[in-house]
């Protein structure tokens, strides 16, 4: 089992940055693949970033490559994702997801424990 804590979303004007911090609890997190997800209302949970326990598998979407950055403390159990140059179209909640698995993937479905979700607000 993992049990995962978002934090750090707030309302930030666009050009600013904020870093969301995803606090696990659980024997399995330092074997996980970690990702960040995001959904704006209306829209369909996107991949945003996801990274492997080793550091070896690292992988942004698209519209966030360049500006966001994944990271991890296996030691504090915690992962992070540092989002920089926000603008108003990253405007969703953030979830946070581990994949026991192992698998490298983007696709939601494939990880089994989600955190509640955060909310990052961005203001033109």
């Known amino acids: 089992q993992v049990q995962l804590v978002e934090s750090g979303g707030g309302l930030v004007q666009a050009g600013e940055s904020l870093r969301l911090s995803c606090a696990a609890s659980g024997r399995t997190f330092s074997s996980s693949v970690m990702g960040w997800f995001r959904q704006a209302p209306g829209k369909e949970r996107e991949f945003v970033a996801g990274?492997?326990?080793?550091?070896?598998?690292?992988y942004y979407g698209d519209s966030v490559k360049g500006r966001f950055t994944i990271s991890r403390d296996d030691a504090k159990k915690t992962v992070y994702l540092q989002m920089n140059n926000l603008n108003p179209d990253d405007t969703a909640v953030y979830y946070c997801?581990?994949?026991?698995?192992?698998?490298?993937?983007?696709?939601?479905?494939?990880?089994?424990?989600w955190g509640q979700g955060t909310q990052v607000t961005v203001s033109s």
């Open positions: 997801a581990a994949d026991p698995g192992n698998r490298g993937s983007y696709m939601s479905t494939d990880y089994t424990y």
């Open positions: 990274m492997s326990w080793s550091g070896i598998w690292i």
